[in-house]
């Protein structure tokens, strides 16, 4: 008990206004030892004069002696209800009511009921609850004790080693006392929506240590408009919750709401990047709200593409195709990927993809664009395991001009022409076409792409290219003129492409090349020697004709459809020999044979004039006397001219392998044939 | 349920013969000797699974040298959860230098009269934990709030609890968050005037290896707990909530449940969230106190 005597405690009832009991009370030194003597006697006399008491401590605590305050509470808190109403009018009469909270926050769960339901049911304000929960807040906040309380939580400090665990303590006495009273804690939010950020940022860390959550806070909030919704936010961002926490509350909100919340989000987040983040973590139902919202806020859907990158592939797909969803158009969409990396393009291209979208409608939105944006599209396409050969299909639907630059595009990233012709070579011939145009396009001169062909392309589609290579304009001529260029071996292969386009060509079989030996030797490459029926245009013929050497000279032409006489082909081989031995003005004769099929006569005179040079007879006669003297000699045909006269000029065309026997010195039989100059 | 004493075999013939005694009304104890290690030993590991294998055995009291109770040893401590051929078992640590050490804790426990366990449940001042301690209290502990005990109200209280002590929130080393923040010193002040039936801190840190006598170790070697469930490690807090739910609808379930047959029946339930929670434990004593309350 405390230590003033009678006297003292007279003295002090004895003054009847504020100054003088104040006074009296510092005179005797009223503190925590004895305030409650004086209390007692107080509360014995009348309500009035223990309100007078009240009002005297109360007035001390503002020279910064809270103790007395807490005395006084505490002592009030065990007396009767009565009391405890009176003294809890002289916080409120006395403005002291976040005083009255405060001691509350000390006290035990149950008196911090009953003193938080008469500091209610006297008047008092949820506001000025919410003001001490602001300052407890800040100091959780910061986990120190501001100077500026003057003391006033200076207990905390003497109490505990840390400071955070005792407010929070204190933070859930006062929580529970308002629960206690019949009272939400919640109600407090709408009651300061006009405070400043800072305020109300360590108001919300205080309620959300008392177990309120966002949705709480924010429900709360959003009763008193945008502005309030906007600062609580913040609010709880501050205290460390997850803007996802403050998205799934804003979701069940109308769209504006929604709209403010993810401008606030962003805002606060840093970026549009780190608010699609907390995006991300969200339902996938929830979705489709969020990506509306943020459309309506302004965003464009270049913003949402950009982005990409950052997240899963799951979630950035889906949040292409809400955009899709939403109305934004394939337009949009596909150029919003224009300059973006290729993995973004990928992801855009799938996402529309799935939802039903094909690629030339992709490609068709984007067709003016550069070839290197084109690339990376294409780029991603592929990514996509979509094949080349679906691509060019694509492409071929294009205009000239476009399909050109999209196939600029698409060899910046299928680096290898042959793989592309070889794929092209399988279409119908009119996508052949469009994209042999469009491939050449691509190219400094066609010839580049005619090289590609001979020199790479696998043997079976060489031909389709080559057709393709005419249908789009390409004279044969000049097909033959470029692949000349290229060198002989590129000319011959073109060539013989050529004769497969305008009808077949083979070489000789065993029979044919076994007969074809005897009369000719080694004098001709046999296995340059091709049969052909194509029919020729005139113009390539007359090319030829002008073009000597070339290699087209072991061509023998014959009618389609008919079988070549062994005697025939000897006869052919012949001109096949004047060329090759005389030069390609013979070209024209080898291959229209026709021209020539009548034969000349040949008389034995004309081989006497001949005087034994083959060459002196006219060329048909050449052929003749060779076509004639195989026959004679290897076939036992009887001749008109008999094969004695016709060896010595056959022979002219035949040329021996060179072999070396091997020979002994006396086979020369110096002494009896040599003879010496000088004997 | 066989139950296994992990001990060394230098202690392995007095020891039979206590457990033979033991084991005449029911038997349940087996004895598993561990060779001492020496340059030649090979892993004990093999033969410890095969033996709790072979008896079928789901829970283990292992016997450790008393310098072994440091925090900066529980890395050298077995883990809570183990594993043999036939499944899961739960194992205690003992710390202990003579197999007469062991005995007494054992004839102690043995010897006690089966009464109801009384479930104290304490808590720091945070929405999370005292929703803990209500929904405990509603199964019918006898909860201390924090709103309503205060440093001076717990720790006598604390002195007068027998049976068993739960208690949620933060934790140290050195230290319970709660209630004003309980120190070692404070609980040393305040033991259980009768050892406890089980100590259960679902807490962060109170084994902290950073302590060579933290806040868990000092309380159990005081002597004022039979059986001590502490964790070295942070836990997350929803984890401990998963955890405590779990523990308590067990520990309502009738059957006459030790701690040990507790904990296996936990896993029983979530086996993939809860063993990773449970391994970040530690149980010390007799792992054959009662679980139920």
Redesign the interface.
């Given at each position: 008990m405390g230590n003033l005597n009678d006297t003292q405690l007279k003295k002090i009832q004895s003054s009847k206004s504020l100054k003088t009991r104040f006074e009296s009370m510092q005179l005797f030194k009223v503190d925590r030892k004895n305030i409650h003597q004086v209390l007692k006697n107080s509360e014995e006399k009348s309500v009035k004069d223990l309100d007078l008491t009240s009002k005297a401590i109360l007035l001390r605590s503002q020279t910064g002696d809270f103790e007395g305050a807490f005395e006084l509470a505490s002592w009030s808190a065990k007396a009767k209800p009565s009391t405890r109403k009176t003294v809890v009018r002289s916080f409120l009469k006395n403005r002291q009511a976040p005083l009255l909270v405060h001691q509350i926050a000390r006290m035990k769960r149950s008196e911090a009921g009953d003193m938080m339901a008469d500091y209610f049911s006297e008047g008092g304000d949820i506001k000025d609850v919410a003001e001490w929960l602001s300052a407890a807040g800040k100091i959780l906040k910061t986990g120190v004790v501001p100077d500026e309380t003057d003391g006033l939580w200076g207990w905390v400090k003497d109490a505990v080693g840390t400071v955070v665990d005792a407010v929070v303590g204190a933070i859930n006495t006062v929580a529970d006392a308002i629960a206690a009273a019949g009272k939400n804690l919640a109600d407090a939010v709408a009651k300061v929506a006009t405070w400043a950020q800072d305020k109300i940022s360590d108001f919300v860390e205080a309620i959300l240590a008392a177990g309120k959550s966002v949705a709480q806070v924010l429900s709360e909030a959003v009763k008193k408009g945008t502005a309030a919704v906007n600062k609580f936010i913040q609010a709880v961002i501050e205290a460390g919750k997850r803007g996802l926490e403050v998205l799934n509350w804003a979701i069940g909100q109308a769209e504006s709401i929604l709209r403010t919340a993810l401008s606030k989000l962003e805002q606060l987040l840093g970026s549009f990047t780190s608010l699609l983040m907390e995006v991300a973590k969200m339902a996938a139902s929830r979705l489709n709200a969020i990506v509306k919202a943020l459309i309506s806020a302004g965003k464009r859907s270049i913003d949402f593409i950009s982005r990409l990158n950052r997240f899963a592939l799951d979630f950035a797909k889906r949040l292409v195709q809400e955009l899709k969803k939403l109305g934004r158009s394939l337009g949009e969409i596909t150029q919003a990927v224009i300059n973006q990396s290729r993995l973004i393009a990928r992801v855009v291209i799938d996402a529309l993809k799935e939802l039903g979208n094909s690629i030339f409608n992709i490609l068709r939105v984007i067709a003016n664009k550069t070839v290197q944006q084109l690339a990376v599209i294409i780029g991603a396409i592929k990514d996509l395991a979509i094949s080349l050969s679906s691509i060019l299909n694509d492409i071929a639907k294009f205009t000239a001009a476009q399909a050109k630059k999209l196939m600029q595009a698409l060899r910046i990233i299928w680096t290898r022409m042959k793989e592309i012709l070889e794929i092209i070579a399988q279409k119908s011939i009119s996508v052949i076409r469009t994209l042999i145009s469009a491939l050449i396009g691509t190219v400094n001169h066609w010839r580049v792409v005619l090289k590609e062909i001979a020199t790479n392309v696998r043997e079976a589609f060489r031909e389709g290219l080559i057709k393709g290579l005419i249908e789009i304009g390409k004279s044969v001529v000049t097909l033959m003129i470029e692949a000349t260029k290229l060198g002989g071996t590129i000319a011959a292969l073109i060539f013989a492409i050529l004769l497969d386009i305008f009808g077949s060509h083979r070489g000789l079989n065993t029979s044919e090349r076994a007969e074809a030996e005897k009369v000719f030797g080694v004098s001709i490459d046999l296995d340059r020697v091709k049969l052909t029926d194509a029919s020729l245009a005139a113009d390539l013929i007359m090319w030829m004709n002008k073009n000597r050497p070339f290699t087209t000279m072991y061509v023998i032409n014959y009618k389609s459809g008919s079988t070549l006489p062994m005697d025939t082909l000897i006869h052919e081989l012949t001109h096949v020999w004047q060329a090759v031995t005389s030069g390609g003005v013979y070209m024209i004769e080898a291959l229209h044979s026709q021209f020539f099929g009548k034969g000349y006569n040949l008389s034995e005179a004309d081989l006497k004039k001949a005087d034994g040079s083959l060459l002196s007879l006219e060329r048909e006669q050449q052929a003749v006397v060779v076509e004639e003297f195989w026959k004679a000699e290897f076939d036992g045909q009887r001749t008109k001219i008999p094969v004695d006269l016709l060896r010595p000029f056959a022979k002219q065309v035949h040329k021996s392998r060179f072999v070396i026997h091997p020979f002994r010195l006396q086979d020369f039989q110096l002494k009896t044939k040599l003879v010496f100059a000088n004997n | 349920m066989k139950r296994a004493i992990i001990l060394p075999q230098c202690w392995y013939k007095e020891a039979s013969v206590f457990i033979a005694r033991l084991n005449i009304l029911r038997p349940r104890y087996f004895l598993i000797p561990l060779s001492e290690s020496g340059a030649e030993a090979k892993s004990n590991l093999p033969f410890l699974e095969e033996m709790m294998a072979a008896n079928r055995a789901t829970s283990a009291m292992f016997v450790i040298p008393k310098s072994f109770a440091s925090g900066d040893k529980i890395d050298s401590w077995p883990d809570l959860i183990q594993h043999h051929s036939a499944g899961k078992w739960v194992c205690s640590v003992f710390f202990a230098d003579r197999w007469a050490e062991v005995a007494e804790a054992l004839e102690d426990f043995l010897n006690e009269v089966n009464t109801k366990i009384e479930t104290h449940l304490t808590c720091?001042?945070?929405?999370?934990y005292?929703e803990m301690l209500k929904l405990w209290e509603q199964k019918g502990g006898k909860a201390y709030?924090?709103?309503?005990f205060?440093k001076e109200d717990i720790l006598p209280a604390i002195s007068q609890m027998k049976g068993d002590w739960v208690y949620w929130g933060?934790g140290e080393g050195d230290?319970l968050?709660?209630y004003?923040?309980l120190h070692v010193v404070d609980l040393l002040s305040n033991k259980c005037e009768t050892p406890l039936n089980a100590t259960l801190w679902f807490t962060c840190s109170t084994l902290d290896r950073d302590y060579p006598e933290n806040i868990a170790l000092a309380w159990y070697q005081s002597g004022a707990t039979k059986c001590l469930l502490a964790s070295p490690d942070k836990v997350n807090t929803e984890a401990n909530q998963l955890l405590s739910q779990h523990w308590l609808g067990m520990a309502k379930e009738n059957g006459g449940r030790t701690v040990a047959s507790l904990i296996l029946d936990i896993l029983q339930h979530d086996s993939e969230n809860l063993e990773s929670v449970l391994n970040h434990y530690y149980l010390l004593g007799i792992p054959w106190v009662s679980g139920n309350i």
């Open positions: - | 720091q001042y945070q929405p999370v005292a709030h924090p709103g309503d205060f933060h230290r968050r709660g004003g923040q």
